[in-house]
């Protein structure tokens, strides 16, 4: 069964830094892509980050140079580094996981497996 845990979230003042993690396990981590996901209350799943199977990351508009992806294969975490936050930036923020990527990586309905998400306030 496939289980993605993150941790990390709370509140921060505007212009501080929050890592988030994101525990995976029930599958090959090594053979998937990960993203990280936002939602506001109102609106859609916003992909933040994505890193593929290769190790290439990719950042939405909004969050580069802020924001850093990064993985720990051998434990099978995700990172989300954020730095310099806004108050745009509080949302509940997902982690996201797929073996194959079906379709962007910012699109949610790309991934089948996510996370309960965990709170970022700014």
């Known amino acids: 069964q496939v289980q993605l845990v993150e941790s990390g979230g709370g509140s921060v003042q505007a212009g501080g830094s929050l890592r988030l993690s994101c525990a995976a396990s029930?599958?090959?981590?090594?053979?998937?892509?990960m993203a990280w996901f936002r939602r506001v209350p109102g609106l859609e799943r916003e992909g933040v980050a994505g890193i593929g199977i290769d190790g290439r990351t990719a950042y939405a508009d909004s969050v580069k140079g802020r924001f850093t992806i990064s993985q720990d294969k051998a434990k099978s975490i995700v990172y989300l580094q954020m730095s310099s936050l806004e108050p745009e930036d509080t949302a509940i923020y997902y982690c996201a996981a797929d073996s194959t990527v079906r379709g962007p990586w910012n699109r949610p309905t790309s991934f089948r497996y996510w996370g309960q998400g965990t709170q970022v306030t700014v």
């Open positions: 029930g599958y090959t981590y090594n053979r998937s892509c």
